[in-house]
């Protein structure tokens, strides 16, 4: 009877291990193909965002905020691709931030996780984005979720929205 309760405990214990690996990713999930090949342009935009900043006396101030960036790809991998930034703008509370250089790494598995990084033609802005597929998606393309970052000589910025991604036509 003990052995029998030892050997419960181990298939126990091993059932746990396989769940807690972050490698028991279902096999359709974890191969993902990646169809982007070097030279494609894909674009994000945004559906909808704001931009926080605390004002002078530490209120929380919120406004409408916008981006647009074309990216195009450098490299293509398995699951991991990495794009530089052709133009883009961040827009907060109606004024424009041209970006003009810049890069992106996204990973496919599961849905795409990107990060991005672009600064201001005078090095006096820089943008620094997170952002994750939400799961929906429509003829346009992929929704995201994004957080990003944003300094410039008005202020930092966080910004939070949702993002639509896809590729444009060749």
């Known amino acids: 009877m003990k052995a029998v309760s030892l050997l419960s405990l181990a298939a126990l214990l091993a059932v746990f291990a396989m769940l807690a690996s972050p ?5 359709a999930v ?5 169809t982007s090949e070097v030279g494609d342009l894909h674009k994000v935009e945004t559906v909808e965002a704001t ?5 002078e006396d530490g209120e929380v101030i919120t406004m409408p905020a916008a981006a647009e960036l074309t ?10 691709t990495t794009l530089k930034l052709v133009e883009g703008y961040v827009e907060i509370d109606g004024k424009k931030y041209v970006l003009s250089e810049g890069w992106a790494v996204s990973l496919s598995r599961g849905g795409v996780k990107a ?3 672009a600064w201001g033609p005078d090095g006096s802005s820089h943008f620094l984005i997170r952002a994750s597929d ?20 008005d202020g930092k910025y966080l910004i939070t ?3 639509l991604r896809y590729k444009l036509a060749e």
């Open 51 to 55: 931009a926080k900043i605390r004002g």
């Open 23 to 27: 490698f028991a990713v279902p096999a």
């Open 30 to 34: 974890a191969f993902a193909p990646n």
């Open 115 to 117: 990060i991005s990084e």
């Open 71 to 80: 990216f195009e790809v450098t490299d293509s991998f398995c699951r991991y």
């Open 161 to 163: 929205g949702k993002l």
């Open 134 to 153: 939400t799961g929906e998606t429509g003829e346009e393309g992929a929704y995201m979720k994004s957080r990003a970052g944003f300094k410039c000589e």
